[in-house]
Structure formats: structure tokens, C-alpha cells
């Protein structure tokens, strides 16, 4: 950066369920304006008006609590990450051994509640070079199941709850999640999602896997080499064929 | 050294108002008659004939005595071990005598010669007595180290590090815009946390553990805004009623983490606390977010950590229990009545 180079204030965004944080937080900010150009570009009390609003406005940091109803912190990194541009991610947590542990070990930036006024200076003046977490190291430090997909749409990350889904069809590169309005594409692998998501849904098939909670009963039909059953679902007329490997296992789902 | 053996030394002699005390005492007794029984008895239907014969003199003398005790209990209780111990004894003594006496011919058996049977009979009840209280005050030792252990334990779950932190970071966001509002949090702040680290009081009055549960609600509110509301039903509590402190606080505040907080829009936290005869009802109820999974270890370790301290004060007459519905849970907690400190 050449020394005659404008430079635009630090744009920061913040999200915390609780209000007086969010004060807290301008407070200090204001504070910092003082030696370092920023400016809070907006705030959000949970992950998915955080979602809805940085689809609007962009911010180069995101100061972002934990411990939130809804989605976690953590989840919400990893979804805010689909970004064209995505922030670089300051968590702030009252406390938390397990996170505090698994940030230090990976290097990524956290604040301790109550904040001091010189932490948030010192991690605001790194944030300027900083990048953005891997979403592989997010997974890690959050290994069980999302509560949303995150979907890239039209630049906009739209966020489809994981209960809704009924079911997954992998396509070429893509996976197809399926609801009972709609469905979206991800890039995600179904292997992995198999992995992260086996409590709710089951494989039907080399490419397909179903929420458990959705079958609603089975029917002949089917092509050669199929298990020469249909599973129905619930909320769509649509039916899905049953591999003759994956029959035994499913047969006995639905109607529970 | 007398106040250092207050605080150290358990009440070594049992509560014999304690439905559990009367109760071990029943079963203890009869087990060692069953055993006597046996000794003697050299076929089955002699074991019944043994067993009725013993039985005839031993159950009046067994009720009269847990009669008398139970009467005597808080007498008992202001004397030092040792004297309570062989006023018992002699107490017991005199029962089975009278009683013996009382009984003539009727107690007698076909092997008596003289009075030996009333000296024989005394000595019986004086031995039993001596290793029921024996085993009472085994019990007592074998249970105060878990009392201690509990109530450490009890400490550490009562102040959760998370809502100390976010308390603090809550003040600190309103000391600059409304410091009037940050005293009263920092004040009731205090008053939570004294009460947290105080000396274990046995029992408290309800209506003080009843303002600190509001205390500790209002630095919540503080935190959650409107997200929390709370409905008190209490029109049928008794104000005198006395309960373990930090019974409620906890219920309230695993209500508020794993109830209200996981839910975007909060809720209502319901209490009822009631009276019923003889029997003191806690009541707490909140929803909880139908997606998120509980943080069951947490919560786990509040409420049993509650369920060890009522029964090593109540015994078998506290109950405790916990209802799961669809999105919504709630805690039952049964005490006996009581309006003096045991």
C-alpha cells in the first residue's frame, strides 16, 4: 500500500444476541476511532440477520459472540464464509475453556467478556492484514451437525434449516437439497454431509439420502437393478427409488 | 475448640422425626429378631412359633420407644452426644421393662426361672439400642464428607462463570449511559454472590431465597431485555416456611441458560410455589428451543447436586422430579413443610 493511498475507515460489524454487549462494543469502538479509522457499518442479535444484512452492507471485520440462540458463532463463521468477500472473524466469548483452548491452538482471533479496551485495539490493528478462517478449521472446531445449509445465491448466502430438508441427491459437483417448497444447489460433498448429518437422514441410494422423519411409507415400482421399492415423502409427490444395498436398512423406516 | 467442633463435627444422633430414621429402625430391629429367630429355630414352622413369641413383647416396645423418641427428639437433641446416648438407653430400658412388667405372664416362657427374664429382656433392648445408634452414628460420619464435598460442589455449580462474565460485561455496557441501573446490578450482584460463598446455612426463610431469585432475575433482564419474562405464582405460599438455601436460584438459573437464552424471541419462565398439608411444592417450568440440543451436562450436574442436598437434609421425604415434554421443561420439587431450623 503506497503511502499517498486514501485509506478507507475499518468497517466492522457486530453480532451478539444480548443489547448491552452490543453497547458495550460501540462504546469501546468509539473509543478506539480515536487512534484507528473504523466504523460499525451495522449489528444483528443472531446468525441469520447477521446473513441479511451483510448481504446488503460489506464489513471487513466481524466481532461475533459464541454462544447465540439460534446458530452458534461458530456456524454462522462458517455460512458467512460463502461470502464473496468474506470477513475476517473476531469471536468474543464470557467464557468457554473448550473454545478458548481449540482458538489458541489454531491461531484465530477471540475477546474475552467482559472486553478490554486494549485487547479489542491490538486485535482491530491485526485485522486490517488478517484472512479469513478456513471453513475446514470452523468444522473442526465444530464438529457436530449444522443447524443450517448455506446456500450462495445471486451474491446473497441464503440459509435453509436442516430440519426442512427432505432430502439430498448429489448431482455432477453439486448436491441438491431438497424441501417442500423449493430446491437449492450446494457445493458440498454427500459423503461428508452423510458424516455430519447420520442422526437425521439415512442413504437410500449411491446418491441420495433421506430424512428419516419425512418417509413416509414405500411403494413398488423402480427400474432394473434398484431394489424395486419407492420411498414417498412427505410434503411432495416426488418418489425417490431404493438401491437393492441400501434396502435392508431402510425397509423397516416410515410409518414410525 | 468448641466452635471449631460445631462447624466440623455432624450431628452424630439421628433426626427421629425423620421418616427415614423410624423406618431403618423398624427394619433394623426386626432383622436382628429374624436373626435371633433363626439361631433358635430348628424347623420352619418353630421359626414362625420363635418369631410370633419374640414379636409379642418386642413391637409394643419398638413403637413405644420410636413414641417416646420421637416426642423427646429436640430434648435429646440439646444434650452432648454421650448423655443423649445413655439417657436413650435408660429411657428404652424402662420401656421394655414397664412394658414387661405390664405384659405379666403373657411375655414369659416355659425356660423362665424367676426375674432373670425381666434383666434378660432389658439387656436385649439396652444392646440393640446401642448398636442401632451406633449404626446412626456411622452413617453420620460416613456422610459427612460427601455433606462437605456436596456443598463444595454445590458451590462451584451455584455460580456459573458464564453468567458471571456476562453479568459483569452487562454493567460495565450501562455504567457509562445509566450509572443509576449499574449500582443496583453491581449491589444485587453482591447480595447473589455473598449468599453463594456464605457458611452453609441448613435452612433458609423462603422469602429470602424468594428476593435473591429475584436479584439474580434482575441481572438476567439486564442481559436478556424482554427475551425474558417471568410469571410467579405464589398466592398459596406459606411466608413461613423455611427451605436448603440455594434451592431455587439454581432452577431459575438453568431455566434462564438452557431455557431461555437458545430462543431467539425468550419466553416465559413459570414458578409456582405452593403448600399442600405438610408438604412444600417448588415448581419451575420454561421452554425450551425444539432444535437445539441441551447442554445436559450442565444441567445434570445443578440438579443432582440439589437432589444430593435435600436428601441428606430430608432424607426420604424430599422428592424431586423432572417432566420433559415437547418444547417445554420443568422441575418438581417436594419438601417437607417445616418453620424450624432442624
Not at chain 1, 45 to 65: C, F, I, P, R, T
Not at chain 1, 98 to 112: M, N, S, T, W
Amino acid at each position: 500500500m503506497s503511502n499517498d493511498a486514501v485509506i478507507l475507515p475499518l468497517s466492522i460489524f457486530i453480532v451478539d444476541d444480548e443489547a448491552p454487549a452490543r453497547a458495550r462494543l460501540k462504546d469501546l469502538l468509539a473509543d478506539c476511532d480515536v487512534q484507528l479509522s473504523l466504523q460499525v457499518v451495522g449489528e444483528a442479535s443472531n446468525g441469520q440477520e447477521a446473513l441479511d444484512k451483510l448481504a446488503e452492507v460489506h464489513a471487513e471485520v466481524v466481532l461475533m459472540d459464541i454462544r447465540m440462540p439460534q446458530m452458534t458463532g461458530i456456524e454462522l463463521a462458517r455460512h458467512l464464509n460463502k461470502l464473496e468477500q468474506p470477513p475476517v472473524i473476531i469471536f468474543t466469548t464470557a467464557y468457554d475453556t473448550y473454545a478458548v483452548k481449540a482458538f489458541e491452538q489454531r491461531a484465530i482471533d477471540y475477546l474475552l467478556k467482559p472486553i478490554r479496551l486494549g485487547r479489542l485495539f491490538e486485535a482491530l490493528s491485526r485485522a486490517r492484514d488478517a484472512v479469513p478462517i478456513r471453513t475446514e478449521i470452523l468444522q473442526e472446531l465444530m464438529p457436530e451437525a449444522r443447524t443450517h445449509l448455506s446456500v450462495h445465491e445471486r451474491g446473497k448466502v441464503i440459509l435453509v434449516p436442516i430440519e426442512d430438508v427432505l432430502y439430498l441427491r448429489a448431482e455432477m459437483k453439486y448436491v441438491t437439497v431438497r424441501t417442500a417448497e423449493r430446491e437449492y444447489l450446494v457445493e458440498e460433498s454427500l459423503t461428508a454431509m452423510e458424516r455430519e448429518f447420520s442422526i437425521r437422514f439415512v442413504r437410500i441410494h449411491r446418491s441420495c439420502l433421506v430424512a428419516k422423519a419425512a418417509i413416509v411409507g414405500f411403494e413398488k415400482g423402480g427400474d432394473e437393478g434398484e431394489s424395486g421399492w419407492l420411498v414417498k415423502l412427505q410434503g411432495i409427490s416426488e418418489t425417490l427409488p431404493v438401491s437393492r444395498r441400501q434396502w435392508a436398512g431402510v425397509k423397516n423406516l416410515g410409518s414410525i | 475448640m468448641s466452635s471449631i467442633n460445631q462447624i466440623i463435627t455432624p450431628t452424630l444422633l439421628p433426626n427421629f422425626r425423620n421418616l427415614g430414621t423410624v423406618l431403618r429402625a423398624i427394619l433394623l430391629v426386626n432383622a436382628v429378631a429374624l436373626f435371633v429367630a433363626l439361631t433358635q429355630a430348628d424347623t420352619f414352622s418353630d421359626l414362625l412359633q420363635q418369631l410370633l413369641h419374640g414379636s409379642a413383647l418386642l413391637q409394643p416396645v419398638l413403637l413405644t420407644s420410636l413414641l417416646l423418641l420421637y416426642a423427646l427428639a429436640p430434648v435429646f437433641a440439646k444434650l452432648p452426644y454421650w448423655q443423649a446416648t445413655a439417657a436413650i438407653v435408660v429411657l428404652i430400658s424402662l420401656v421394655t421393662f414397664g412394658l414387661d412388667v405390664m405384659g405379666g405372664e403373657l411375655f414369659s416362657s416355659q425356660s423362665d426361672v424367676g426375674s432373670f427374664r425381666y434383666i434378660r429382656h432389658v439387656l436385649e433392648s439396652a444392646i440393640v439400642i446401642l448398636l442401632l445408634l451406633s449404626y446412626f452414628r456411622w452413617r453420620a460420619l460416613a456422610l459427612s464428607p460427601a455433606r462437605q464435598a456436596a456443598r463444595l460442589q454445590a458451590l462451584q455449580a451455584r455460580i456459573r462463570p458464564h453468567f458471571l462474565f456476562n453479568s459483569i460485561n452487562a454493567v460495565l455496557a450501562i455504567v457509562r449511559a445509566d450509572p443509576k441501573r449499574a449500582e443496583t446490578a453491581l449491589e444485587d450482584m453482591s447480595d447473589l454472590f455473598r449468599m453463594a460463598m456464605s457458611e452453609p446455612h441448613e435452612l433458609v426463610e423462603l422469602s429470602k431465597e424468594i428476593e435473591l431469585v429475584r436479584q439474580y432475575l434482575a441481572l438476567e433482564q439486564l442481559r436478556l431485555g424482554e427475551r425474558l419474562q417471568v410469571q410467579w405464582n405464589t398466592d398459596k405460599m406459606p411466608p413461613d416456611a423455611l427451605i436448603p438455601p440455594l434451592v431455587l436460584q439454581p432452577l431459575l438459573e438453568n431455566a434462564v441458560y438452557h431455557g431461555i437464552e437458545p430462543l431467539t424471541d425468550g419466553g416465559i419462565i413459570e414458578v409456582r410455589i405452593y403448600r399442600e398439608d405438610k408438604e412444600l411444592h417448588l415448581q419451575v417450568g420454561n421452554p425450551v428451543s425444539p432444535t437445539g440440543k441441551p447442554h445436559n451436562a450442565g444441567h445434570k450436574m445443578a440438579l443432582s447436586n440439589i437432589r444430593e442436598r435435600l436428601s441428606l437434609l430430608f432424607d426420604v421425604e424430599a422428592d424431586y422430579q423432572v417432566e420433559r415434554e415437547a418444547g417445554y421443561y420443568s422441575v418438581h420439587i417436594l419438601i417437607p413443610y417445616v418453620t424450624e431450623t432442624l
